[in-house]
């Protein structure tokens, strides 16, 4: 009963029905089937306006008012806070905050053979993949005026590799590659330790593997003010980068401006599966607890015009949910935020992603190119069932950090622009002063910048007489 009276009030914000009286908002123009096993299904069928599911706030104000406190303890107690925030949330004692490079290094040479080999796989493939966002020097000439474009790294930048609930080696790939591709000289990594104040071994050698040997057992909102106004122990950096809970997301939202954050919010994990009659329940089953096995704060949500194809994937949420091993998490992220979501066609489909925005977004339907065109917004597409987010997650190339809470409007995968400025440099003869110089002025006039003006009237008037302006004849 809970959970239908959470439907009928997502009806009443989000779904628009046309009616013989007309349209209104209310929640008894949604047709709320009400929950099927693990998910909430949803007929949006006749809806004028897309709906939207749950999707979680980027932030409240208990969680802001939260990490804006970390950030004042550790401005203010350094290394110290950083101790007491691991007591606190990773039940850890901690002496060292750094962990030694030849940690990693003996990580690395002990990691079981199949282990490397994978993480081995998967970083040439990162890089593979990066080095073709590298961007050869940009240059523009047009009446004596040169204009170069550089792309130049960042000196230092902080990694943030989420822990806790699970070991992530392939986030160290995912966000360090990257970075020295970029050319990134610098790199720092944290990592929340567990509570016998140590970092997953696979961790550690997967930093190792991508060279990064700067790492720091320290976690959530914590790490990013430690990055940020630098510590004792951990020097500051220049950007942040890297996914994690929605207080780690908030904290870079913080320290923003006082370092580079990447415009993405990289929260909790997201994915859209779009499916029609031709995808295999099972696979689509599994595809939505990919990410929903991250733990609560998520999202996993399922549209479809064909009402069977949401039954018989709701059944098999349950099923597979029933028999995994991350159960719990799954539970929890589903019922706050599982949803089947049935649409009239594949055109309310793309309308209903479109206003999600989500990280990742599956299209398991017997033409995705078809659909493809109709979404604008996503983090990742994934096209056909021969594609899993899992391939993303992993080995495919491009960076799995993506933006969450909506930020694919506007936001991108984590790449090597992220790590770098674009700096211009600009050259010009004296042709371009001679033809250019009078616009300039009159513009500085205009703006009330005599100064402005007075630095081109100048040039103007020793190219006019040079003798006069003390040149050599």
């Known amino acids: 009963m809970r959970a239908l009276r959470r439907l009928e009030g997502f009806a009443a914000r989000h779904l628009r029905r046309d009616d013989t009286e007309g349209s209104r908002e209310t929640a008894s123009v949604a047709a709320v089937a009400g929950k099927n096993g693990l998910l909430a299904v949803i007929d949006a069928r006749g809806a004028t306006d897309p709906c939207l599911p749950g999707v979680p706030e980027a932030s409240s104000p208990g969680v802001l008012e939260s990490v804006r406190e970390i950030i004042r303890d ?100 995912m966000t360090a590659i990257p970075a020295r591709v970029a050319g990134v000289a610098s790199l720092a990594l944290c990592v929340p330790p567990g509570p016998d104040g140590t970092v997953a071994p696979v961790t550690l050698a997967a930093a190792a593997l991508a060279g990064t040997q700067e790492v720091y057992a320290v976690g959530g909102a914590g790490a990013v003010a430690a990055l940020a106004y630098g510590t004792d122990t951990i020097p500051r950096v220049d950007l942040i980068a890297g996914p994690g809970n929605i207080y780690v997301a908030v904290a870079k939202q913080e320290v923003a401006g006082i370092v580079g954050v990447p415009s993405a919010f990289a929260g909790p994990s997201e994915v859209v599966v ?25 999202m996993a949500c399922l549209v479809t015009w064909d009402p069977a194809v949401a039954a018989a994937v709701a059944a098999e949420v349950e099923a597979a949910a029933a028999r995994a091993p991350r159960r719990a998490e799954i539970e929890a992220t589903l019922a706050s935020s599982g949803y089947a979501v049935v649409v009239d066609g594949p055109e309310a489909a793309a309308r209903v992603v479109n ?108 190219l006019a007489n040079p003798a006069a302006a003390g040149e050599r004849p």
Not at 126 to 150: N, Y
Not at 423 to 429: C, E, F, K, N, R
Request: overall charge negative; some cysteine.
């Open 74 to 173: 550790v401005r203010r107690d350094g290394d110290a806070a950083l101790r007491e925030l691991a007591r606190r949330f990773d039940g850890a004692a901690l002496t060292d905050l750094a962990v030694s490079p030849a940690a990693c290094t003996a990580a690395l040479e002990n990691l079981a053979p199949p282990v490397r080999e994978a993480l081995e796989a998967a970083a040439v493939r990162i890089e593979a993949f990066h080095r073709t966002q590298l961007e050869p020097q940009a240059s523009w000439t047009c009446d004596g005026v040169t204009v170069r474009s550089l792309q130049i790294p960042v000196d230092r930048a902080g990694l943030y590799v989420p822990g806790g609930r699970a070991a992530y080696p392939s986030t160290v790939l």
């Open 274 to 298: 779009v499916a029609d009659g031709s995808a295999p329940p099972e696979l689509a089953a599994v595809d939505l607890i990919v990410q929903a096995e991250h733990g609560p704060d998520g």
């Open 355 to 462: 206003r999600i925005a989500p990280e990742h977004l599956q299209l398991m339907v017997a033409a995705p190119e078809a659909l493809l065109p109709l979404i604008r917004h996503a983090g990742a597409i994934f096209c056909g069932e021969n594609a899993p987010a899992s391939l993303g997650d992993y080995l495919a190339g491009p960076s799995h950090v993506l933006p969450t809470g909506r930020t694919a409007r506007f936001g991108s995968a984590l790449g090597v622009a992220d790590f770098c400025r674009r700096t211009h440099v600009i050259s010009a003869d004296e042709e371009a002063m001679v033809r250019l110089g009078p616009a300039i002025e009159t513009l500085a006039i205009a703006e009330g910048l005599p100064a402005h003006a007075a630095s081109v009237r100048k040039r103007l008037d020793r």
